[in-house]
Each structure stands twice: as C-alpha cells, then as structure tokens.
C-alpha cells in the first residue's frame, strides 16, 4: 500500500518523497449549478421554442378552419398536414420543457429543428412579408445560440 496515494489525491504539485520525484493531480469538482448566464439561456430557449409550439399549434388551428370552410383543395392533404403539424406541437412542447428543466437532451432537437428553420425563413424571402421571414431566421439563430449559451448538460 501506498502511504501517499491519498495525499496525492488531495494536493496537487511536484516534490520529493523518499528520494524520488512525484507529481500530485489535483481534481477539482465541476459546479452542477448552472450560472446565471446559463440559466438565463435555457429559460430563453425554452420560451422561443415554446413560442414556436404556438405558432405551429396555429396554423394547424389555421388548416382546421380551412377545411371545415371547404378551403382546402384536398381534404386528406390538409388532415395530414393538420396531423403532421400537431406532431411537432406535442415535439416542441416536451423540448420547451426539457429547456426550461435543463434536461440534457432537450438541446439537441431543439438545435435541429432550429437548424432547419433558418434555410426556410431564408427561402421564405421571395414568398413572405420580409419581417415574417427575418423573424424565422433570427428566431432559429436566436435558439441555437442559447442552446449553446446553456452549456453541457449532464
């Protein structure tokens, strides 16, 4: 047995003991409270992709008077499309609060569909109120970088 094995997980530096040299490694523990910084970011991811949520849950709502008005060109295209939209509603809710909660795998969906939502406010230029589209894009920006500003989850 080691007699400084443990004094050696203790102290960190380099000395001498019973003439040979010998390196001490300090470990010092990670914090597991996240700063204000990093909590200011998770809260703001969470409100931005819970604001997405909502604005998905709208246009579904928008597909459903549609169709109910007769609007629509084909009545399974807009039901699918309904159905399709109120997945990711149900998606983005559950990421909002895995973001609120700091749960360590809420960052990546919410970086990838956010990843996806800038190249289509980018497309949405040519179709879309300017501000609508910059919004899409800012927004998308907005969230990955506080995905980011969170920093690792454990």
């Given at each position: 047995m080691?007699?400084?094995?443990?004094?050696g997980q203790r102290v960190g530096g380099i000395g001498r003991a019973q003439g040979r040299d010998i390196v001490l490694l300090v470990t010092t523990p990670m914090s597991s409270e996240p700063t204000q910084r990093q909590h200011h970011a998770s809260k703001l991811a969470s409100g931005l992709?819970?604001?997405e949520a909502v604005v998905v849950a709208g246009f579904a709502a928008f597909y459903g008077v549609e169709l109910f008005l007769g609007q629509g060109s084909d009545p399974t295209?807009?039901?699918m499309s309904i159905v399709t939209m109120l997945i990711f509603v149900i998606g983005l809710s559950?990421?909002?609060a895995g973001l609120w909660k700091r749960h360590p795998r809420s960052q990546a969906p919410a970086m990838?569909?956010?990843g996806l939502m800038i190249p289509l406010g980018i497309a949405s230029f040519q179709f879309a109120l300017p501000s609508v589209a910059a919004?899409?894009?800012i927004g998308g920006i907005a969230v990955i970088?506080?995905?980011f500003a969170m920093g690792q989850l454990d």
């Open positions: 080691n007699p400084g094995a443990d004094f992709v819970g604001l295209v807009v039901v559950y990421v909002s990838a569909f956010n919004a899409v894009v970088l506080s995905c």
